[in-house]
Protein backbone atom coordinates (compact mmCIF):
# COMPACT_ATOMS: atom_id res chain seq x y z
CA UNK A 1 0.00 0.00 0.00
CA UNK A 2 1.27 3.60 -0.85
CA UNK A 3 1.62 6.30 1.89
CA UNK A 4 -0.26 8.93 0.65
CA UNK A 5 2.59 11.09 2.07
CA UNK A 6 4.67 10.09 -1.09
CA UNK A 7 3.00 12.53 -3.29
CA UNK A 8 3.73 15.39 -1.48
CA UNK A 9 7.53 14.92 -2.07
CA UNK A 10 9.12 17.41 -5.08
CA UNK A 11 10.46 15.39 -8.00
CA UNK A 12 14.24 15.87 -7.18
CA UNK A 13 13.27 13.72 -3.37
CA UNK A 14 11.65 11.09 -5.34
CA UNK A 15 14.53 10.67 -8.00
CA UNK A 16 16.96 10.81 -4.83
CA UNK A 17 14.56 7.94 -2.86
CA UNK A 18 14.47 5.70 -6.50
CA UNK A 19 18.49 6.65 -6.52
CA UNK A 20 18.70 4.88 -2.95
CA UNK A 21 17.20 1.89 -3.33
CA UNK A 22 18.00 1.06 -6.66
CA UNK A 23 21.25 -0.45 -4.92
CA UNK A 24 20.22 -3.89 -5.17
CA UNK A 25 22.39 -4.78 -1.67
CA UNK A 26 20.93 -2.09 0.24
CA UNK A 27 17.14 -2.92 -0.66
CA UNK A 28 17.78 -6.49 0.43
CA UNK A 29 19.79 -5.81 3.31
CA UNK A 30 16.62 -3.65 4.95
CA UNK A 31 14.08 -5.91 3.97
CA UNK A 32 15.86 -8.80 5.62
CA UNK A 33 16.32 -6.74 9.20
CA UNK A 34 12.21 -5.76 8.37
CA UNK A 35 11.30 -9.51 7.84
CA UNK A 36 13.94 -10.44 11.15
CA UNK A 37 11.80 -7.80 13.21
CA UNK A 38 8.50 -9.24 11.64
CA UNK A 39 9.40 -12.67 12.00
CA UNK A 40 10.69 -11.83 16.01
CA UNK A 41 8.42 -8.59 17.54
CA UNK A 42 10.52 -9.31 20.70
CA UNK A 43 13.52 -8.75 19.49
CA UNK A 44 13.26 -5.29 19.45
CA UNK A 45 13.04 -5.20 23.26
CA UNK A 46 16.61 -7.54 23.47
CA UNK A 47 19.52 -5.85 24.34
CA UNK A 48 21.50 -4.42 21.51
CA UNK A 49 25.06 -4.94 23.21
CA UNK A 50 25.21 -8.53 23.64
CA UNK A 51 28.20 -10.86 23.04
CA UNK A 52 28.87 -14.05 21.72
CA UNK A 53 29.32 -15.28 25.42
CA UNK A 54 26.01 -13.00 26.29
CA UNK A 55 24.01 -15.08 23.50
CA UNK A 56 25.40 -18.49 24.68
CA UNK A 57 24.35 -17.76 28.48
CA UNK A 58 20.91 -16.85 27.49
CA UNK A 59 20.60 -19.67 25.28
CA UNK A 60 21.74 -22.05 27.93
CA UNK A 61 19.32 -19.97 30.27
CA UNK A 62 16.14 -20.48 27.76
CA UNK A 63 16.62 -24.36 27.52
CA UNK A 64 16.41 -24.33 31.72
CA UNK A 65 13.61 -22.16 31.15
CA UNK A 66 12.52 -24.99 28.94
CA UNK A 67 12.73 -27.59 31.22
CA UNK A 68 11.52 -25.99 34.34
CA UNK A 69 8.45 -25.52 32.49
CA UNK A 70 7.93 -29.08 31.15
CA UNK A 71 8.46 -29.95 35.11
CA UNK A 72 5.84 -27.79 35.89
CA UNK A 73 3.25 -28.55 33.41
CA UNK A 74 4.14 -32.15 34.40
CA UNK A 75 2.80 -31.64 37.95
CA UNK A 76 -1.07 -32.05 39.41
CA UNK A 77 -3.34 -29.55 39.69
CA UNK A 78 -2.53 -28.57 42.90
CA UNK A 79 1.18 -29.13 42.24
CA UNK A 80 0.86 -26.75 39.35
CA UNK A 81 -0.93 -24.16 41.73
CA UNK A 82 1.90 -23.66 43.88
CA UNK A 83 5.08 -25.05 42.08
CA UNK A 84 5.28 -22.30 39.92
CA UNK A 85 8.15 -20.61 41.65
CA UNK A 86 11.08 -21.99 39.42
CA UNK A 87 9.46 -20.89 36.08
CA UNK A 88 8.59 -17.63 37.81
CA UNK A 89 12.34 -16.85 38.95
CA UNK A 90 13.54 -17.94 35.83
CA UNK A 91 11.60 -15.66 33.59
CA UNK A 92 12.75 -12.52 35.83
CA UNK A 93 15.81 -13.30 35.67
CA UNK A 94 16.62 -13.59 31.55
CA UNK A 95 14.23 -10.29 31.48
CA UNK A 96 16.37 -8.18 33.98
CA UNK A 97 19.82 -9.68 32.63
CA UNK A 98 19.05 -9.55 28.75
CA UNK A 99 15.97 -7.52 28.21
CA UNK A 100 14.97 -3.84 28.35
CA UNK A 101 11.12 -4.09 28.91
CA UNK A 102 9.00 -7.21 30.39
CA UNK A 103 5.50 -6.82 29.75
CA UNK A 104 4.68 -8.96 26.35
CA UNK A 105 7.68 -10.23 26.38
CA UNK A 106 7.38 -11.61 29.96
CA UNK A 107 4.47 -13.74 29.08
CA UNK A 108 6.06 -15.28 25.78
CA UNK A 109 8.57 -16.21 28.18
CA UNK A 110 6.61 -17.93 30.54
CA UNK A 111 4.51 -19.19 27.39
CA UNK A 112 7.03 -20.60 24.67
CA UNK A 113 10.51 -19.46 25.14
CA UNK A 114 11.37 -21.90 22.46
CA UNK A 115 10.38 -18.68 20.25
CA UNK A 116 12.99 -16.63 21.69
CA UNK A 117 15.73 -19.21 21.25
CA UNK A 118 15.23 -19.75 17.88
CA UNK A 119 15.45 -16.50 17.37
CA UNK A 120 18.41 -15.53 19.02
CA UNK A 121 20.24 -17.62 15.88
CA UNK A 122 18.98 -14.21 13.82
CA UNK A 123 20.65 -11.80 16.72
CA UNK A 124 23.27 -11.12 15.41
CA UNK A 125 22.59 -10.38 11.71
CA UNK A 126 19.37 -8.23 13.63
CA UNK A 127 22.37 -6.14 15.17
CA UNK A 128 24.60 -5.42 12.14
CA UNK A 129 21.34 -4.57 9.62
CA UNK A 130 19.69 -2.71 12.42
CA UNK A 131 22.09 0.55 11.84
CA UNK A 132 21.61 0.93 8.75
CA UNK A 133 17.76 1.06 8.80
CA UNK A 134 18.07 3.35 11.64
CA UNK A 135 19.80 5.83 9.24
CA UNK A 136 16.80 6.02 6.89
CA UNK A 137 14.63 9.14 7.53
CA UNK A 138 11.07 9.12 7.57
CA UNK A 139 10.11 9.78 4.29
CA UNK A 140 12.83 7.18 3.12
CA UNK A 141 11.11 4.31 5.28
CA UNK A 142 7.21 5.29 3.83
CA UNK A 143 8.99 4.78 0.16
CA UNK A 144 10.24 1.68 1.16
CA UNK A 145 7.64 0.24 3.36
CA UNK A 146 5.72 1.25 -0.19
CA UNK A 147 8.43 -0.22 -2.18
CA UNK A 148 8.27 -3.90 -0.24
CA UNK A 149 4.82 -3.84 -0.22
CA UNK A 150 4.51 -3.58 -4.56
CA UNK A 151 7.99 -6.27 -4.73
CA UNK A 152 5.53 -8.44 -2.99
CA UNK A 153 2.74 -8.51 -5.40
CA UNK A 154 5.95 -8.31 -8.27
CA UNK A 155 7.36 -11.60 -7.10
CA UNK A 156 10.01 -9.82 -4.55
CA UNK A 157 12.24 -8.02 -7.21
CA UNK A 158 12.41 -4.93 -5.62
CA UNK A 159 13.99 -3.15 -8.31
CA UNK A 160 11.75 -3.74 -11.02
CA UNK A 161 9.13 -2.51 -8.31
CA UNK A 162 11.33 0.90 -7.14
CA UNK A 163 11.36 1.62 -10.96
CA UNK A 164 7.44 1.26 -11.16
CA UNK A 165 6.91 2.94 -7.57
CA UNK A 166 8.54 5.72 -8.73
CA UNK A 167 6.41 5.78 -12.48
CA UNK A 168 3.19 5.25 -10.77
CA UNK A 169 4.08 8.60 -8.20
CA UNK A 170 4.92 10.43 -11.09
CA UNK A 171 1.79 9.89 -13.03
CA UNK A 172 0.02 10.64 -9.61
CA UNK A 173 1.49 14.15 -9.30
CA UNK A 174 0.36 14.74 -13.19
CA UNK A 175 -3.24 13.34 -12.41
CA UNK A 176 -3.17 15.80 -9.58
CA UNK A 177 -1.95 18.84 -11.04
CA UNK A 178 -4.23 18.83 -14.15
CA UNK A 179 -7.28 17.83 -11.54
CA UNK A 180 -6.13 20.68 -9.79
CA UNK A 181 -5.80 22.81 -13.06
CA UNK A 182 -9.28 22.27 -14.21
CA UNK A 183 -10.60 22.94 -10.65
CA UNK A 184 -8.84 26.17 -11.04
CA UNK A 185 -10.68 26.91 -14.40
CA UNK A 186 -7.01 26.85 -15.94
CA UNK A 187 -8.06 24.34 -19.02
CA UNK A 188 -11.81 25.63 -18.93
CA UNK A 189 -10.53 28.93 -19.77
CA UNK A 190 -7.88 27.61 -22.58
CA UNK A 191 -11.32 25.50 -23.67
CA UNK A 192 -13.09 29.13 -23.69
CA UNK A 193 -10.44 30.89 -25.97
CA UNK A 194 -10.06 28.13 -28.80
CA UNK A 195 -14.41 28.65 -28.80
CA UNK A 196 -13.66 32.64 -28.91
CA UNK A 197 -10.88 32.26 -32.03
CA UNK A 198 -13.44 29.67 -33.62
CA UNK A 199 -16.09 31.87 -33.91
CA UNK A 200 -14.07 34.52 -35.02
CA UNK A 201 -13.27 32.58 -37.58
CA UNK A 202 -16.74 31.99 -38.58
CA UNK A 203 -18.00 36.04 -37.93
CA UNK A 204 -15.18 36.19 -40.58
CA UNK A 205 -16.38 33.85 -43.34
CA UNK A 206 -19.98 34.99 -43.15
CA UNK A 207 -18.74 38.54 -44.01
CA UNK A 208 -16.69 36.57 -46.77
CA UNK A 209 -19.92 34.69 -47.76
CA UNK A 210 -17.56 31.85 -47.22
CA UNK A 211 -17.90 28.16 -44.93
CA UNK A 212 -17.16 28.30 -41.56
CA UNK A 213 -13.59 27.03 -40.57
CA UNK A 214 -13.63 23.71 -38.46
CA UNK A 215 -12.50 23.69 -34.94
CA UNK A 216 -9.28 23.75 -34.77
CA UNK A 217 -8.00 20.97 -31.70
CA UNK A 218 -4.60 20.80 -32.94
CA UNK A 219 -2.18 22.86 -30.71
CA UNK A 220 0.00 23.16 -33.21
CA UNK A 221 -3.03 25.00 -35.37
CA UNK A 222 -4.27 27.55 -33.08
CA UNK A 223 -2.60 31.06 -32.96
CA UNK A 224 0.06 32.37 -30.98
CA UNK A 225 -2.03 33.34 -27.61
CA UNK A 226 -3.88 30.03 -27.28
CA UNK A 227 -0.65 27.73 -28.04
CA UNK A 228 0.65 30.27 -25.29
CA UNK A 229 -1.53 29.35 -22.49
CA UNK A 230 -2.29 25.42 -23.76
CA UNK A 231 1.41 24.52 -24.26
CA UNK A 232 3.53 26.39 -21.24
CA UNK A 233 0.09 26.87 -18.80
CA UNK A 234 0.22 30.97 -18.51
CA UNK A 235 -2.11 33.26 -16.80
CA UNK A 236 -5.48 33.16 -18.81
CA UNK A 237 -5.68 36.61 -18.48
CA UNK A 238 -2.92 37.40 -20.71
CA UNK A 239 -4.31 35.01 -23.03
CA UNK A 240 -8.05 36.41 -23.19
CA UNK A 241 -6.66 40.12 -23.63
CA UNK A 242 -3.92 38.49 -26.43
CA UNK A 243 -7.63 37.61 -27.89
CA UNK A 244 -9.19 40.65 -27.09
CA UNK A 245 -6.56 42.57 -28.97
CA UNK A 246 -6.46 39.85 -32.01
CA UNK A 247 -10.28 40.16 -32.22
CA UNK A 248 -9.70 44.24 -32.74
CA UNK A 249 -7.41 43.66 -35.30
CA UNK A 250 -9.74 41.53 -37.48
CA UNK A 251 -12.41 44.05 -36.97
CA UNK A 252 -10.13 46.50 -38.27
CA UNK A 253 -9.28 44.50 -41.55
CA UNK A 254 -13.07 43.88 -42.16
Not at 109 to 138: A, D, M
Amino acid sequence: KRSPELLTLAYEQLKQLRRLFSNEATAADIREFLAIEDRHGWMKALRSDLGELDLMNLEQKLSDLQEAISVWKAKSFFGRLFGKGSVNSGVRAILSEYFTSGGENGKLLTEQPEKILEGTREYTTYQELKPLYERLTKQEREYFGSLLALSADRGGDLIAANDELFRTIIFEHIEKFEAESRTKGLFRDIDAFERIIQSIGEAIAQKKGAHPPKARTDPGELNGAAQLVQAQGRDPKGAREQAQMERQQIHQKI
